[in-house]
Nanobody
Framework: QAQLAETGGGSVQVGGSMRLSCEAS????????MGWFRQYPGKEREGVAS????????VYTDSVRGRFTISQEFGKSKVYLQMNDLRPEDTAEYYC??????????????WGRGTQVTVSS
């Protein structure tokens, strides 16, 4: 059974940092890419970052480029999202996902359960 295990999240002050991680397991096929979406209350999920496994080819949404970094543990279906210089507008529920065209949530077959990130001033 395909699963995405997310860790990290919580509360941090403006300008602080936080790291999320996500590991895929139980997939019936080889995972090609992984990444993160986030969702504000009452809004649709929006893409944040994605990376092709086995490469350094990463994609970011404009609002996080230069502040967030997605990385991977080579040889594993595991990625990290290092979030620096966090802002109140980064407050959202963050979801891990696999194998999607950046950033098309309708392409996602498997989602993580989500982890809340709260940035307070």
């Amino acid at each position: 059974q395909a699963q995405l295990a997310e860790t990290g999240g919580g509360s941090v002050q403006v300008g602080g940092s936080m790291r999320l991680s996500c590991e895929a397991s139980g997939y019936p096929y080889e995972v090609q890419s992984m990444g993160w979406f986030r969702q504000y209350p009452g809004k649709e999920r929006e893409g944040v970052a994605s990376i092709y496994l086995g490469s350094y080819n990463a994609v970011y949404t404009d609002s996080v480029r230069g502040r967030f970094t997605i990385s991977q543990e080579f040889g594993k279906s595991k990625v990290y999202l290092q979030m620096n210089d966090l802002r109140p507008e980064d407050t959202a529920e963050y979801y891990c996902a696999t194998d999607f065209t950046p950033f098309r949530p309708e392409h996602v077959q498997y989602w993580g359960r989500g982890t809340q990130v709260t940035v307070s001033s």
